[in-house]
Structure formats: structure tokens, C-alpha cells
């Protein structure tokens, strides 16, 4: 049962050009989403983050806009560069008080190159 | 400056063994955990510790064990290697519930 969702493997843009990563999930108890990157050969590492309180939070060129009535987050990076090429993780974590609170639930992961 | 290291980055076994993977973190987070990752499934967590003494299960905890006897440690024990915990193994800290999760550059692990 994957609770977090990455329904495409892989995703190919031009450099300049806007890139968006899509995320869908089912537990009505997460309340706090997070987008990490990741290179060959290293961990993930942290890119945003954002709060169900909020449907939009931006940091430079990556923004990321949450649909809870859709229980869907999308990342959006604007420009695209070649140096953003990497495999991009959504992951969700409950509310405190949940069973699961500060547990991380990672998707499967979206492949992003960005071509020069 | 502080960091979280894993150890061994690269190990080939045999199924039966006994595999130990090290983390260690110098950031003095409370919260540590082990995922591994597989083609397909993302980042599974296999055990987590929200400090010394405390350990727990996660979703893919069957033949895996952890111990934490201080802050800045935990490591993963295969007690008995199968082929199907060929993977790539990654630790993560936290200070906080409310903070990111750091990951370290991961162990593979290739059990023969």
C-alpha cells in the first residue's frame, strides 16, 4: 500500500524551461511534505518543504504547491538548469499525535534531466 | 563541521552472515533511522531511535536489528544476510519531529 505516490519514473526538460514533479498521496493524517534531491553515489538531501497549513511555498527557484482537497503536491523549478539533473523524492510525515508522527513516507522517485 | 558519516560506503557478503553497518553523526540529533532504497519502492525506513536507549520498527523490519547506546550511533545489523537485502542503505538524523531529516552517502550492499 503506497501511501506516497511519484507516478512518473522519469521526466525530461530543456534547460530555461520549467520543470514540474508531480506527488500524490492517500493518508488523510499527513500534515507536513518535503521534496529532497538526490545525486548518483550521495543521499538525498533536503530541497523544501511545506506545511498543510499553506498551498504555496517558494524558495528561489523551486516552489512547491500543495492541493490537500486533491491530496496532491506538485514541485516546480524555474529556470531549469543542467546541474538539477537528479532524482527527486516527495515524502510525508503525520501530524503529531499521529501513530506514524516523525516518520518520514517517501514516493518512489521521478529521474529529472535537464538538457543544455 | 558536523555531519553524518555511514561505514562501510561499499560491501560484498555472503547470505548467513552476520552484516553490521555503522552511522555516526556529530550534530547530536536526537532522532536517527535506516532506510534502504530499491528500484521501484523509493525509501523504505527499516528501524528508527528518537534517542539513546529507544528503538523502533518500521515498515521493513523483518531480519534487520538496531541499537543505540549514545546519541551520536546507530548501527544496523543483518543478523543472518539474504540475497533480498541486496540494496543501498542510507541513515538519516534529525534534532526534532519538526526538523528535515539529514542522510548520509549510503552503504551498498551486495549479499551473494
Known amino acids: 500500500d503506497q501511501q506516497v505516490k511519484q507516478n512518473s519514473p522519469s521526466l525530461s526538460v530543456q534547460e530555461g524551461r520549467i520543470s514540474i514533479l508531480n506527488c500524490d498521496y492517500t493518508n488523510s493524517m499527513f500534515d507536513y511534505f518535503l521534496w529532497y534531491k538526490k545525486y548518483p553515489a550521495e543521499g538525498p538531501t533536503f530541497l523544501i518543504s511545506?506545511?498543510?497549513?499553506?498551498d504555496k511555498n517558494e524558495d528561489g527557484r523551486f516552489t512547491v504547491f500543495l492541493n490537500k482537497s486533491a491530496k496532491h503536491l506538485s514541485l516546480h523549478i524555474v529556470p531549469s538548469q543542467p546541474g538539477d539533473s537528479a532524482v527527486y523524492f516527495c515524502?510525508?510525515?503525520?501530524?503529531?499525535?499521529?501513530?506514524?508522527?516523525?516518520?518520514?513516507?517517501f514516493g518512489q522517485g521521478t529521474i529529472l534531466t535537464v538538457h543544455p | 563541521d558536523a555531519e553524518i558519516t555511514q561505514s562501510p560506503r561499499h560491501k560484498i557478503t555472503e547470505t548467513g552472515r552476520q552484516v553490521t553497518l555503522a552511522c555516526h553523526q556529530t550534530?547530536?540529533?536526537?532522532?536517527m533511522f535506516w532506510y534502504r532504497q530499491d528500484l521501484g519502492h523509493g525509501l523504505r525506513l527499516i528501524h528508527y531511535?528518537?534517542?539513546?536507549?529507544?528503538?523502533n520498527k518500521g515498515e521493513v523490519s523483518d531480519g534487520y536489528s538496531v541499537s543505540r547506546s549514545n546519541t551520536e550511533d546507530l548501527p544496523l545489523t543483518l543478523e543472518s544476510a539474504a540475497s533480498s537485502q541486496t540494496s543501498v542503505y542510507f541513515c538519516?538524523?534529525?534534532?526534532?519531529?519538526?526538523?528535515?531529516?539529514?542522510f548520509g552517502d549510503g552503504t551498498r550492499l551486495s549479499i551473494l
Open positions: 538519516a538524523s534529525s534534532f526534532s519531529n519538526n526538523q528535515p531529516q539529514h
Open positions: 515524502a510525508a510525515k503525520e501530524a503529531a499525535g499521529g501513530t506514524s508522527y516523525g516518520k518520514l513516507t
Open positions: 531511535s528518537y534517542g539513546v536507549q529507544d528503538t
Open positions: 511545506i506545511s498543510s497549513i499553506k
Open positions: 550534530w547530536n540529533h536526537n532522532n
